[in-house]
T-cell receptor, first 114, second 115 residues
Framework: DTEVTQTPKHLVMGMTNKKSLKCEQH?????MYWYKQKAKKPPELMFVYSYEKLSINESVPSRFSPECPNSSLLNLHLHALQPEDSALYLC?????????????FGQGTRLTVV | AQTVTQSQPEMSVQEAETVTLSCTYD???????LFWYKQPPSRQMILVIR??????QNATENRFSVNFQKAAKSFSLKISDSQLGDTAMYFC????????????FGTGTRLQVFP
């Protein structure tokens, strides 16, 4: 199994809603990532979890709240988002933060904030 | 700080022909990884090929090969026998060998393969 699975694939939410994005991998990877990608732009790193601990927060607004319940799961909780937060949110995983190899990406969640 | 530059926003190629995508980067590191990722309309970022900076031999994966020039900080991707399924956005990316989890992406090159 070399997949990173993200749900939902599409999400439309109002600015007062609370929603969560989910990411799952069963490759035994110990590093997991959230990226944000706007149209025709490269992905921008948001958060990194290493061995289930938050290791990097790229100064992301607090309306985005990551959570890593276990080594296979990564969530991104969303609250009071703005229309400019509409984007493709990509999850990725890699074997470890001590062994540098490629990251495996999910298909992303297309988020629209109305 | 590391930067990755892709100077070709768009490229096109006819099916079965060869195309080369350019990438340059700037770093003071000596050990690092370089990657080419492909993002088709399905949105998933798919690893095409990777190169370890300490390896002099250029990486090859089937129809995909790289020309890695470490001194020039250049990392181009050659796609041979282009196929319609190669149509996608291609991102060049850099990663330090140690102490960071960051992939630094270039701005991407949109490749269109025509029949």
């Amino acid at each position: 199994d070399t997949e990173v699975t993200q749900t939902p694939k599409h999400l439309v939410m109002g600015m007062t809603n609370k929603k969560s994005l989910k990411c799952e991998q069963h490759m035994g990877h110990r590093a997991m990532y959230w990226y944000k990608q706007k149209a025709k732009k490269p992905p921008e790193l948001m958060f990194v979890y290493s061995y289930e601990k938050l290791s990097i927060n790229e100064s992301v607004p607090s309306r985005f709240s990551p959570e890593c319940p276990n080594s296979s799961l990564l969530n991104l909780h969303l609250h009071a988002l703005q229309p400019e937060d509409s984007a493709l949110y990509l999850c990725a995983s890699s074997p470890s933060d001590r062994v540098r190899t490629e990251a495996f990406f999910g298909q992303g969640t297309r988020l629209t904030v109305v | 700080a590391q930067t990755v530059t892709q100077s070709q926003p768009e490229m096109s190629v006819q099916e079965a022909e060869t195309v080369t995508l350019s990438c340059t980067y700037d770093t003071s590191e000596n050990n690092y990884y370089l990657f080419w990722y492909k993002q088709p309309p399905s949105r998933q970022m798919i690893l095409v090929i990777r190169q370890e900076a300490y390896k002099q031999q250029n990486a090859t994966e089937n129809r995909f090969s790289v020309n890695f020039q470490k001194a020039a900080k250049s990392f181009s991707l050659k796609i041979s026998d282009s196929q319609l399924g190669d149509t996608a956005m291609y991102f060049c990316a850099f990663m330090k060998l140690l102490n960071t989890d960051k992939l630094i992406f270039g701005t991407g090159t949109r490749l269109q393969v025509f029949p």
